[in-house]
């Protein structure tokens, strides 16, 4: 059974959690900018390539972002139910 301090913990992981994705993203774009910044003359393609890694890992934690949500507000529902 899930009692009510699990289902707070849970809501203050994922707080916690999308205040480091905010910050996550603020970083992507600053990388970013500065790659553009240091490499002015490389095409679209090649900045492509060499943002293909930040973006990969940015789009890893979307993901996870996602999968901590729905985990809490199931936790939330059935708390809800009972």
Do not use: C
């Amino acid at each position: 059974m899930i009692t009510r301090m699990q289902v707070e913990m849970a809501k203050s992981l994922y707080e916690q959690a999308h205040r480091a994705a905010e910050f996550a993203h603020a970083g992507w774009l600053v990388r970013q900018n500065l790659y553009r910044l240091m490499f002015p003359l490389a095409s679209d393609e090649e900045f492509a390539k060499m943002m293909a890694v930040p973006n990969a890992h940015y789009e890893q934690a979307i993901e996870s972002m996602k999968q901590l949500r729905d985990a809490y507000e199931k936790i939330a529902a059935e708390l809800t139910e009972k």
